[in-house]
Nanobody
């Protein structure tokens, strides 16, 4: 599956952005989809994941970000509200088979990655 992330940009603190991740292929619904991010000088970190009807978030974004998917459109979304300067990063979408029961937390366990989209939050 090929992934393409979009929707990044520059926003002031407290603002909102919605990221999208479009996937190719006809088996999108069989994949667990996740968002990761990487800030300058830091390692890539888990943000959120959605698989079947289960969703999980990193503590740092819980209550502010919402992950969703539209299987009919082969697209995953990340609605980001109440953005903070520390949310500044390149955001990546990733996919792996939904049948994979290993932890969703580690980026090394994902098979497919999209190019990142830059999110910059100014103070």
């Amino acid at each position: 599956v090929q992934l393409q992330a979009s929707g990044g940009g520059l926003v002031q603190a407290g603002g909102s952005l919605r990221l999208s991740c479009a996937a190719s292929g006809r088996t999108f619904s069989s994949y667990a989809m996740s968002w990761f991010r990487q800030a300058p000088g830091k390692e890539r970190e888990f943000v959120a994941t959605i698989s079947w009807n289960d969703v999980y978030y990193a503590d740092s974004v819980k209550g502010r970000f919402t992950i969703s998917r539209d299987n009919a459109k082969n697209t995953m979304y990340l609605q980001m509200n109440s953005l903070k300067p520390e949310d500044t990063a390149v955001y990546y979408c990733a996919a792996r088979p939904a049948s994979d029961s290993r932890s969703y937390y580690y980026d090394s366990l994902y098979n497919f990655w999209g190019r990142g989209t830059q999110v910059t939050v100014s103070s």
